[in-house]
């Protein structure tokens, strides 16, 4: 990862101001995510392009921030315009930004990264000089991130304001007849505190699983061993579900938006807390994940659909005629508000804020299947096909 390898040169050059820097090579080691496992660093190895190391790499790089800002300062001509990149979503300049881009129609507004800055010195620099494209004919210069006619059809799009076009002609999602709707809410890499599931369809015969929303929580302060308890509570509630399911001849499907996260804190949690009650081990979890029972909606969305302003369900839900009850609704929010929740900073527990975070799992999940049955609907002939624009 570049971006690990920077971050070690920054805390070594910042352990050399303080006089702390040890003598020798430069080598540094990045914990991984599960704290599992550490891959060491030769920063000064010929790893970047054209042979530059990783300590060459952060000088020039560190060298024309600092040219920018001093230009910004100094009221000189700006040595650097706003391009918008996956970060942006989270930058809280990103209002200041997006009304520049908007104003010159920039090309990075349909595809942002490498492929803006690909396609500017290319000439492309405007959305409309992409949509103007032929679809058909050889792109002007390669694209990584998306196919080029998927480029063209996106520049269209968004010229037109749609927020969806369509890749296929007949949507087609994976229904069952008892239907669970799955999200996680974690905190950073400390833990997951709260899965909420949404059930859906005709009784899987037991009384204490009416039709739905469930939540599986703990509000004691991550870390701590009570996630344990609310995580077997979950996936014991989950199999036994689809148990019942089976067993009355009815089919099961479970459904989530984005797998990533969902499946990294499934197998995490069996991998840190062997031998709790009702823990599943970790083979049992591949095997669910693996299974056709589990659905990332995401995946099918992403195959489905061209999404010109994002594929977020914050942006995807509204489609479906769905909205958060929360206007503040959202990931970041909901990181403060847990520490809020938990009284993470010595501060009373705000049982207010438990209770946001329990309406705003519980809409995430109702997102979900609003957008599952809208696929399913015959409001999809209604919207653009790619081949059309």
């Not at 990783?54 to 000189?76: C, K, M, N, P, T």
């Amino acid at each position: 990862q570049p971006r690990d390898q920077l971050r070690l040169v920054h805390t070594r050059q910042l352990l050399r101001a303080c006089g702390q820097g040890a003598p020798g090579r430069a080598v540094g080691g990045v914990i991984g995510l599960d704290a599992d496992t550490v891959l060491w660093h030769d920063l000064e190895a010929p790893s970047w392009p054209g042979g530059r190391t990783a300590l060459a790499e952060y000088e020039a790089r560190f060298s024309d921030r600092l040219a920018i800002a001093d230009a910004a300062r100094s009221g000189a001509k700006p040595l650097a315009q706003p391009s918008r990149i996956m970060d942006c979503r989270s930058c809280p300049w990103w209002p200041t930004c997006a009304a520049d881009l908007t104003a010159s129609r920039d090309v990075s507004l349909v595809l942002r990264g490498e492929d803006a800055v690909a396609l500017r010195h290319a000439g492309v620099r405007t959305v409309d000089a992409l949509a103007a494209l032929n679809p058909a004919g050889e792109p002007p210069v390669p694209l990584v991130s998306i196919p080029f006619p998927d480029a063209v059809a996106l520049a269209r799009a968004w010229l037109a304001d749609l927020t969806v076009v369509r890749r296929v002609r007949d949507v087609v999602v994976p229904r069952a007849d008892v239907e669970v709707d799955v999200d996680m809410e974690s905190f950073g890499d400390s833990g997951a505190y709260l899965w909420g599931c949404l059930l859906s369809g005709p009784s899987v015969g037991r009384i204490e699983y009416p039709p739905g929303y469930r939540a599986f929580v703990t509000w004691q302060k991550l870390p701590t061993r009570d996630e344990a308890r609310s995580f077997a509570e979950f996936w014991q509630w989950l199999i036994d579900v689809r148990a019942q399911t089976v067993a009355r001849g009815l089919t099961f499907r479970a459904y989530c938006y984005n797998e990533l996260a969902e499946n990294r804190w499934l197998l995490a949690s069996a991998d840190r807390f062997p031998g709790t009650r009702g823990m599943p081990d970790r083979a049992s979890v591949e095997r669910f994940i693996s299974s056709d029972d589990w659905v990332d909606l995401f995946r099918i969305v992403s195959d489905t659909f061209l999404c010109a302003h994002g594929k977020g369900l914050k942006t995807i839900a509204p489609m479906a005629g769905f909205h958060w009850r929360d206007p503040e609704a959202g990931g970041e929010n909901s990181m403060r508000w847990y520490r809020d929740a938990v009284g993470f900073d010595g501060a009373p527990a705000d049982l207010s804020q438990r209770r946001r975070l329990l309406d705003y799992n519980e809409d995430y999940v109702k997102a979900t299947r609003a957008l599952r049955e809208w696929m399913g609907s015959d409001e999809m002939a209604k919207l653009p096909y790619l081949g059309d624009l």
